[in-house]
């Protein structure tokens, strides 16, 4: 079995269940609670910034191919979705892999965030 992880944001999980209660007529309660929560989530409620499928897929192509990203892709797909804008937030969630960078790369990798999101 191939080990292969598919990284999808907000917005993509709002979709596919408001598809499938559009073909099923109705949800689950759990289908139901997750379809709020990503609505929510990819509203500009959260954050300030409403997510966008096309927006989070180019995004993490991106920080991919930056060296010290490139062996994590969930941190990559998780810096798509939050879109962190200050140097705070980004090492908030670079600490959780203990990626070591320097305030020039973080200010880069915000700067390639502002390119995508803004």
Known sequence: MADSNEYVDYAKVRDLLLSAQERRHELSYEQQMALQHSEWAASAQRGGIKTNSKVFDDLCVALQS??????????????????????????????????????????????????HVL
Request: hydrophobic share 40%; proline share 4%; glycine share 0%.
């Open 66 to 115: 930056n060296s010290k990203l490139a062996d994590h892709p969930d941190v990559c797909a998780k810096i798509s979705e939050l879109m962190p804008l200050s140097v705070q937030s980004l090492r908030v969630i670079i600490s959780s892999k203990r990626i070591a960078m320097d305030t020039e790369e973080v200010e880069s990798i915000i700067d390639i965030v502002r390119q």
